[in-house]
């Protein structure tokens, strides 16, 4: 077991649907656990695009390396399935609205009183308790009401969600499958069953940390147009294409200026302290977007690095996806899915010393539906030694 993955061995049963429950399972599988899908019927990932397949780019991503079994657990022959699997597991995950999960007969205390082991994560929007509580919630909603829609964006507006479907979805199942993880380690301590709650309106709330403090402090409220920490720190135009800069420090700014040739900008008193410089960014910004102008990205690129001030190109999707870099550290690999060929997805990123990564698969939904029928323990003896 030297060679294995700190999760391996660990057994997880995910009856979650879109984006949070899937991700932080697959998560939890890519770390080594065993861990298979209960398909609900109202799976939306499935419908959502792009079509790939037989399925969707989407729900083979965010199910990499799980196991997928669909069952109808309003009749008997299904659930008995169902809880051949949870009552056997090391953790369940959950995210359907608050008190969906125990409607179905699957909550909890009707969990932990068959598996008294087991480590057991609901994820919801707002919660099982307040007024908002059981409310449908998805990504763009959460953006808007935690305030990090209003912190994006341009001009005067009423702000803009980051144009990246499902972003604070992965957030927060990257944060359940933290949680999950710390809750395993507390069952073994503590010897009893493990129940975590998570919302996303926390996590979206835990993102804006820095904006909130300064604000509860006292501050005034941050703006799209106000919410930075250092200046300048942007996206600037240069003549062929844009880059990206940021500044932290006084000395970095100094760096900044010698780079551009426009050393009279740090004895400009408008920007010759952080302070100062965050107080007159909008003149800041015009000074350095005119300087940019006249020269191209790559004869920035190469001045600013010179000087050590952080800098990178601006790159689309596929100018990302197509870089060395990408390739040569394994953040991108391929992704058998059986019976449709090879997707080419996100890889984990982390690296285990000694230790091979999981190879990349997702399923198809269902295929392992005959496999359960089978026998829970017969079902998690052939998975776990590799078997279709």
Not at 159 to 167: A, F, I, Q, T
Request: charged fraction near 20%.
């Amino acid at each position: 077991m030297s060679g294995a993955l700190p999760l391996t061995g660990i057994r997880v049963v995910n009856f979650g649907i879109g984006g949070v429950a899937p991700f932080a399972a697959s998560q939890l599988a890519q770390l080594g656990a065993t861990v298979v899908k209960i398909e609900a019927p109202n799976e939306f990932i499935m419908y959502t695009l792009p079509p790939w397949r037989g399925l969707t780019t989407t729900y083979a991503a965010l199910n990499a390396n799980c196991r997928s079994v669909r069952l109808n657990l309003k009749e008997e022959a299904d659930r008995t399935h169902a809880w051949g699997l949870v009552e056997s597991a090391d953790a369940m995950l959950e995210n359907f609205r608050a008190g969906a999960i125990d409607r179905m007969g699957f909550g909890f205390a009707a969990v932990a009183a068959r598996n008294p082991s087991i480590v057991f994560c609901s994820s919801s929007g707002f919660g099982r308790e307040g007024e908002m509580a059981g409310l449908p919630c998805t990504d763009p909603h959460i953006q808007a009401f935690s305030g990090f829609a209003a912190l994006n964006g341009r001009g005067s507006g009423a702000g803009e969600r980051v144009r990246y479907y499902g972003m604070i979805d992965l957030y927060t199942g990257q944060r359940v499958c933290e949680a999950v993880l710390a809750a395993l380690i507390a069952r073994r301590r503590q010897g009893r069953p493990q129940y975590v709650e998570m919302t996303m309106l926390g996590a979206a709330t835990a993102m804006l940390l820095t904006q909130l403090a300064p604000y509860l402090h006292g501050g005034a409220a941050p703006t799209n147009r106000t919410a930075r920490y250092t200046a300048p720190d942007g996206i600037y135009q240069t003549a062929d294409r844009p880059i990206a800069l940021t500044v932290e420090s006084d000395t970095q700014f100094g760096a900044l200026c010698g780079a551009l040739e426009r050393e009279e900008l740090r004895a400009d008193p408008r920007f010759a302290t952080a302070g100062a410089r965050l107080a007159n960014m909008t003149a800041l910004d015009d000074e350095l977007s005119g300087t940019f102008a006249g020269a191209p990205s790559d004869w920035w690129l190469i001045a600013l690095r010179r000087a050590g001030v952080p800098c990178a190109r601006v790159h689309l999707d596929h100018e990302a996806s197509s870089h060395v870099e990408m390739w040569t550290r394994g953040n991108l690999r391929e992704v058998g899915v059986n019976g449709a060929g090879t997707l080419r997805a996100a890889a984990p990123p982390w690296d285990f010393d000694g230790i091979e990564a999981a190879p990349g698969r997702a399923p198809m939904p269902g295929q392992d539906t005959e496999l359960l029928r089978r026998g829970a323990a017969q079902f998690w003896d052939a998975v776990e030694q590799g078997q279709r």
